[in-house]
């Protein structure tokens, strides 16, 4: 069983939205840190948003304001609303699980990743 699974990437103009879904499997949801993580062409993976179990939460500064993640314990799901995207918000999108109890940015805590989802926002 594949434990995460990402939806919902594609194709959207620049100002416009996309809502990215991640279904993880029941045994790394909870108390599991989630996260989403992007990499674009020639650079490194980096985190867009993470929620700890406990529903601390952590964004990178390029996407304060205008993305926001959340997860459901009833669906073991983790979304992505991204709102006024932006040409640099294009990437692979990969959701991200971690035994860890803070929403941290570091790679290499997390170890179960979605196989990605491409993101194009054209301008």
């Known amino acids: 069983q594949v434990p995460l699974v990402e939806s919902g990437g594609g194709s959207v103009q620049a100002g416009g939205s996309l809502r990215l879904s991640c279904v993880a499997s029941g045994r790394i949801f909870s108390g599991y840190t989630l996260g989403w993580f992007r990499q674009a062409p020639g650079k490194e993976r980096e985190l867009v948003a993470a929620?700890?179990?406990?529903?601390?939460?952590n964004y990178a500064d390029s996407v304060k304001g205008r993305f926001t993640a959340s997860r459901d314990g009833s669906k073991g799901t983790l979304d992505l609303q991204m709102n006024s995207m932006e040409s640099g918000d294009t990437a692979v999108y990969y959701c991200?699980?971690?035994?860890?109890?803070?929403?941290?940015?570091?790679?290499?805590?997390?170890?179960?990743w979605g196989q990605g989802t491409q993101v194009t926002v054209s301008s």
């Open positions: 991200a699980a971690g035994a860890v109890s803070i929403p941290t940015s570091r790679r290499e805590l997390y170890r179960y």
């Open positions: 929620i700890s179990s406990n529903g601390r939460t």
